[in-house]
């Protein structure tokens, strides 16, 4: 049976969270000086939504194999696509 993939990085670099903090450093600046708000929540649905896009695309939009690429239940994945219209 093949095992799933997991993605490592053998440098101290890990380019998602690289890619989150020059995000978050921007919206910081462009507060300027304004104190966030809901910025937990914010930051999930901005990096969910993608996310679920992309796995849907890379299983040709088959929900079960998604869930199984993202680890979680199917019937967690079909909420979180309704939460984000996708259904």
């Known amino acids: 049976m093949n095992q799933p993939a997991v993605l490592t990085f053998t440098s101290e670099i890990d380019p998602i ?3 989150i903090r020059a995000s978050l450093q921007q ?3 462009d507060l300027d000086g304004e104190a966030p708000c809901a910025l937990y ?3 999930l649905s901005r990096v969910e939504k993608p996310l ?4 849907l695309d890379h299983v040709a939009g088959n929900q079960t194999r998604a869930a199984d ?7 967690t994945l079909r909420k979180k696509l309704q939460t984000y219209d996708m259904l």
């Open 17 to 19: 969270a690289e890619a």
């Open 27 to 29: 919206y910081f600046d």
């Open 41 to 43: 929540e914010m930051v």
């Open 52 to 55: 679920l896009e992309m796995v």
């Open 69 to 75: 690429v993202l680890g979680i239940n199917r019937n």
